[in-house]
C-alpha cells in the first residue's frame, strides 16, 4: 500500500483556503461601498422620479382647482340673477293678487250697484295703469 502524504496536501491547501477567506472577506468589505454607490444612485433617481410625480399631480391639482374655481364663480353669478328674477316675479305675483282682489271685490257687488264699480275703478294705489295693461286681464 501507498503511503499518503498527509502534511504535504495540508499545506498546499491551507494557503489557497486562506486567500480564499482573504479574497471573500475583502469582498464582503467592499462590495457594500461599490453596492452603495449603485444603490445610491438608484434610489436617488427613484426619488427624483417621485419628486417629479408628485410636483406634477400638485401642477395638475392646481389646475382642476382653478377650474373648479371658475365654475364655482359662475355658478354663483347664476345663482344671483336667478334670485332677482324670482323676485321679480314675485313682485309681479303680489301685483297681480292685489289686482286680482280688486277685480273680485268689483265682481261680487250688485249689478245695480253701479256708481260703487265706478268708484272702485278709479285709479288707486291697488290698481296702476300697468297693472291694467297687463295680459292677465
Given at each position: ?110 249689478p245695480n250697484d253701479l256708481s260703487s ?21
Amino acid at each position: 500500500m501507498g503511503t499518503v502524504n498527509w502534511p504535504a496536501n495540508r499545506r498546499t491547501s491551507r494557503p489557497r483556503t486562506r486567500l480564499a477567506g482573504v479574497v471573500l472577506a475583502l469582498a464582503s468589505l467592499f462590495a457594500p461601498m461599490t453596492m452603495t454607490g449603485q444603490v445610491s444612485a438608484d434610489t436617488l433617481d427613484d426619488q427624483r422620479r417621485r419628486v417629479a410625480a408628485i410636483v406634477d399631480e400638485l401642477e395638475r391639482l392646481a389646475t382642476e382647482a382653478d377650474s373648479l374655481g371658475e365654475r364655482y364663480s359662475d355658478t354663483l353669478a347664476q345663482k344671483d340673477a336667478i334670485e332677482a328674477e324670482i323676485e321679480e316675479t314675485e313682485v309681479k305675483i303680489f301685483e297681480y293678487q292685489r289686482e286680482l282682489a280688486v277685480m273680485q271685490r268689483i265682481s261680487s257687488t250688485p249689478p245695480n250697484d253701479l256708481s260703487s264699480r265706478v268708484a272702485r275703478l278709479a285709479p288707486s294705489p291697488a290698481f296702476s295703469a300697468e297693472a291694467a295693461r297687463s295680459p292677465m286681464r
